[in-house]
């Protein structure tokens, strides 16, 4: 019996699209906002979703598949201009991603102060170590002062740390001594912060 796969080439035929969603490659307003290559349809708005958790939905209900989920996110890229799209040869849609598309589930641990590497495994089994390549960053709440932590997957495209793996990360922090430049001056700080691929990368500054 043959085995039935799914033709990544179609996007609108595993999502259709409701008649007034459909853009034609030729809109101008579309063709201003998003580069087209030779025969490549643009798709529109597909109506799929990335919420702040990592979870996919198209037309406001989950999409339970998991194979699915890791399909779509192999032509997942992000413009210049923060929009996110799925982009295959013949066709290409925009979908919304209300933070970043992937979470970061588990981090393994090798090695030990500046030869340790950290291994990052996302929500669709991605393995990312973080080096000069696959950053770290760390975002602060300005009202909360909550801390959102990030790694670098590919291409632009980022996971959010979960709790648990946020702190499992903290607890090997160390502290450390940089300089910082401000205008003419340089001035020393103590900060907090992981090593991993010989890269320090801070967390939070010691006060």
């Known amino acids: 019996m043959k085995q039935r796969t799914t033709n990544i080439n179609s996007i609108s035929n595993l999502f259709p699209l409701r008649s007034n969603e459909k853009l034609s490659s030729t809109d101008p307003k579309s063709s201003d906002n998003a580069q087209l290559t030779n025969g490549q349809t ?5 109506d ?24 779509f996110s192999s032509v997942l890229s992000l413009d210049k201009n923060g929009r996110y799209w799925l982009t295959t ?5 925009e979908i919304i991603v209300e933070d970043v598309p992937f979470q ?18 996302t929500n669709i ?6 080096d000069g390549i696959h950053s770290i960053r760390i975002e602060t709440d300005p009202k909360t002062e909550e801390p959102s932590p990030y790694v670098m997957v590919r291409d632009g495209l980022e996971a959010r740390l979960t709790r648990a793996v946020f702190y499992q990360m903290v607890d090997l922090g160390v502290e450390m001594t940089v300089d910082i430049v401000r205008g003419q001056d340089i001035y020393k700080e103590q900060v907090y ?4 691929s010989g890269q320090f990368f801070q967390i939070g500054i010691v006060t």
């Open 89 to 93: 040869p013949a066709e290409k849609g």
């Open 48 to 71: 799929i979703r990335i919420n702040s958790e990592g979870l996919w939905f198209y037309h406001g209900s989950p999409i339970g598949r998991k194979e699915l989920v890791k399909l």
């Open 125 to 130: 089994d991605e393995m990312v170590v973080a």
């Open 104 to 121: 970061a589930v588990e981090m393994t641990v090798d090695g030990i102060n500046e030869s340790q590497k950290l291994t990052f495994r």
């Open 193 to 196: 912060g992981v090593w991993s």
């Open 42 to 46: 643009l798709c529109g708005n597909l």
